[in-house]
């Protein structure tokens, strides 16, 4: 435990009863679930949409960008703090929307520099957030949906299943608060990267998601570059080949996990649904029509059921028509589940495999494993001590 820094006690196993009563005394000043919003988060707009708004309004459009500049560069988090903005259409303002942002209830640091937190949204719901810090930048991993309906079988994220997706500007408030949290550590660095690969799945949050990646890579908003913004599927079909017509230079992330459909309709149902057969010719039509776009196969090593010299050279065989190129993550272990990670030896045999074969191949650095850093982990581990 001293490696890690835990800033609320009941993100623990071990939490007595009386700090059991203590989190639900403090839960009750959050928004029960199931609450309502009645007015739109200012957050939700990007910027053309902001400015339709203050025209039908009555406004200029170059109060959208006045707007923008407060939410993104000053960071306010009320509209009195608009002190250019005067105090009638401040009034206005909110009655028209809120400027509400997901309240950090638990944040876990690891000893590598990873940052978890869990959020509590308007309604109750939580969800995770991680960020990771890569020599390149620091990187934000986004949920996208409250619960996962997909059931991969290795997955922390599917122990508690979905009951809504994420607007956008819930999605834009996790970068927000991690970015402003990073800034509070190390004033000389900044949010540089986004991975929508959190709980959820993106493509079944599908506009949502865009209107996020758009906001962020706005340059009145983060201005996060559209090559450092990454959107993950498990493989639904829809949603590639419409992201592959956005005429976005965001990349794409495909959790594969599997060389072949025997393997991978054990631990991804969603392999009935669109089998590899599938998948792959909507890879390459992917590639094709958003102009050439690289893409990233998401491959965790789970040990003795995928992690074989002969499943790297099926995997090979697999992606070799297409333009991609395999990361290797070594698996996180969730306790609710049975998979153990590869040891290391099988890990480089897999990637030198795979090399030999012309594929491209990294091993993704393991992050926050001494704070259940993979997806879900965190959440289902709070739900269980509070019940």
Not at 173 to 193: F, G, Y
Not at 329 to 345: A, C, F, G, L, T
Request: glycine content about 6%; aromatic content about 8%.
């Amino acid at each position: 435990m001293a490696e890690v820094e835990k800033r609320n006690i009941i993100a623990s196993e071990e939490a007595t009863e009386e700090e059991k009563t203590s989190y639900l005394l403090h839960k009750q000043v959050f928004p029960k679930i199931g609450a309502k919003q009645d007015k739109p988060s200012i957050y939700d707009y990007k910027l053309e949409d902001l400015e339709q708004k203050m025209v039908e309004m009555g406004q200029k459009k170059f109060r959208a960008r006045q707007l923008y500049k407060w939410l993104y560069e000053k960071r306010v988090h009320s509209f009195d703090e608009m002190t250019d903005v005067s105090k009638d259409f401040r009034e206005v303002l909110k009655q028209t929307f809120n400027i509400y942002r997901p309240k950090v209830i638990i944040e876990e640091d690891s000893k590598d520099g990873t940052v978890k937190t869990l959020s509590r949204l308007f309604d109750g719901s939580d969800i995770e957030t991680v960020l990771m810090r890569y020599e390149y930048g620091d990187s934000v991993c986004v949920t996208s949906e409250v619960g996962c309906n997909m059931g991969c079988e290795f997955c922390a994220s599917g122990l508690i299943k979905k009951s809504r997706g994420l607007t956008a500007g819930e999605m834009v408030a996790q970068v927000l608060n991690m970015d402003e949290a990073l800034r509070a550590k190390d004033p000389t660095s900044h949010v540089t990267h986004i991975v929508v690969m959190g709980i959820g799945e993106p493509m079944d949050n599908y506009q949502n998601v865009m209107d996020f990646v758009k906001i962020m890579n706005s340059p009145y908003a983060l201005a996060i570059g559209a090559r450092h913004i990454t959107v993950s599927t498990c493989g639904v079909i829809p949603g590639i080949l419409k992201f592959g017509k956005e005429g976005l230079q965001v990349n794409l992330a495909i959790s594969l996990h599997a060389p072949n459909n025997e393997i991978r309709q054990k631990i991804m149902p969603i392999n009935r649904a669109f089998p590899l057969k599938k998948l792959i010719p909507a890879i390459q039509q992917y590639t094709k029509d958003s102009g050439g776009r690289l893409v990233t196969y998401e491959y965790i090593l789970l040990k003795g059921i995928n992690d074989s010299p002969e499943c790297a050279l099926e995997l090979a065989n697999l992606i070799k028509p297409t333009f991609g190129f395999v990361n290797l993550i070594p698996y996180n272990p969730v306790k609710e589940k049975p998979y153990e990670r590869s040891d290391w030896q099988t890990v480089k045999t897999f990637q030198t495999i795979l090399m030999r074969h012309g594929i491209k191949t990294t091993v993704r650095k393991e992050f926050g494993t001494d704070i259940d850093a993979a997806c879900g982990q965190l959440r289902a581990r709070h739900e269980k001590v509070i019940k």
